[in-house]
């Protein structure tokens, strides 16, 4: 529960003391505001509006930058998601009674996190809670790329599914391939051992190795160039930034087997679109499957004309459990910061 000092503002429906009559009584409560940016599980939305004043969007439009602007005047915290770019022309225009930014993601390539610092915002993530389902989405698109899943639900659902024969809709076997993982966190780390329940032989690379018990036997490799000659199917799990835009471009693609899978449950930006959608045309890629896009939903239209790839609309956290947990967390980190502990989750 928290309250805030010295501020009144919220009318709650009280019983009055001395009556048995339940009647409109008002008392001012202290809760911050939270602009809530999307529409989040009933469960999260019900703890918001027990301990705080939150400003909810029931029909989960997105915001124009004036609306979230124009909504955020007096409150103490946004709680967004990644469809909101929070630039620095945002931030700078952002009431100075914004406190934090916890967001609702694990994600925080939205966020300009000089210009929040530089206001002394602090911004939040939620990690941990969404790698499994991260990670069982990752296995899916492996899965549905070297099944080639798009190109037999087509054939299924359109009717012009017409025989069978042994050459029929043949596909690459998961079981028994090396994978290779950059960006070995927390969600690669559960892909990894998820993985391992095809037999695959687990490579990695990040910026540092990690201790042998966290490798659980994954073989390190110390750069990208290294790792992709081994990687009969590449996830990419490493966070966007400035360092990693365009990490799988023309030259690294080169560097992977001929009929390599690549698959991308990260983000859109680790990813050049023009290098890799001319490798899946030119056959030395044998599949994609892709849940992370630069320009959501707006997406390279190259994607879309190729049958040798699987996609999906940016779901790998999209569980019944994850999206509580990720709404959970990112109150807990609202919960410390108006308590004035340190969040747990905190970036900047
Ligand atoms: C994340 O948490 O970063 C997911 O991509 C959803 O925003």
């Known amino acids: 529960m928290a309250a805030r000092n010295g501020r009144r503002r919220h009318v709650d429906k009280v019983e009055k003391p001395s009556g048995t009559n339940i009647a409109e009584y ?23 509006r027990s301990d705080y004043e939150a400003r909810l969007n029931p029909d989960d439009h997105l915001y124009t930058s004036d609306e979230l602007i124009e909504r955020a005047q007096g409150a103490d915290a946004l709680l967004p998601c990644h469809t909101e770019h929070l630039s620095a022309e945002i931030i700078g ?4 009674s914004i406190k934090a930014v916890a967001n609702f993601s694990v994600g925080f390539d939205h966020v ?4 929040a610092k530089a206001r002394g915002i602090i911004v939040t993530n939620t990690p941990d809670v969404l790698s499994d389902a991260t990670a069982e989405l990752t296995i899916m698109l492996m899965l549905g790329a070297a099944r080639r899943a798009s190109e037999g639900e087509h054939l299924v659902r359109s009717q012009e599914w017409r025989d069978w024969s042994p050459s029929f809709m043949v596909g690459i076997q998961m079981t028994g391939k090396r994978l290779g993982i ?17 037999d695959m032989e687990i490579h990695y690379t990040d910026v540092r190795r990690l201790p042998r018990e966290q490798e659980a036997g994954a073989i390190y490799h110390d750069s990208p160039e290294d790792l992709l000659p081994h990687c009969d199917f590449l996830a990419l799990h490493c966070v966007a930034t400035p360092e990693t835009r365009n990490l ?23 990813i050049d679109d023009e290098a ?31 049958v040798n790839t699987f996609l999906m609309p940016h779901i790998g956290s999209a569980t019944r459990e994850t999206r509580d947990a990720m709404g959970f967390r990112a109150i807990d ?8 502990r340190e969040p747990r989750d905190r970036v900047v």
């Open 248 to 270: 799988l471009n023309a030259e690294r693609i080169a560097l992977l087997p001929d009929d390599a899978i690549v698959v991308n449950a990260a983000r859109g930006a680790i």
């Open 333 to 340: 980190n609202l919960d410390a910061i108006f308590a004035g």
């Open 182 to 198: 950059i960006g070995f966190g927390r969600v690669g780390q559960v892909t990894a051992k998820r993985a391992r329940g095809f």
């Open 93 to 96: 225009r952002l009431p100075d």
């Open 112 to 115: 300009d996190l000089e210009a």
């Open 26 to 48: 008002p008392i001012m409560s202290d809760k911050p505001v939270i602009l809530v940016t999307r529409k989040l599980p009933q469960a999260v939305e019900d703890r918001l």
């Open 276 to 306: 890799l959608i001319a490798a899946l045309k030119s056959g030395k890629l044998a599949a994609a499957g892709i849940d992370a896009y630069n320009n959501e939903p707006d997406i390279h239209p190259g994607y879309r004309e190729l």
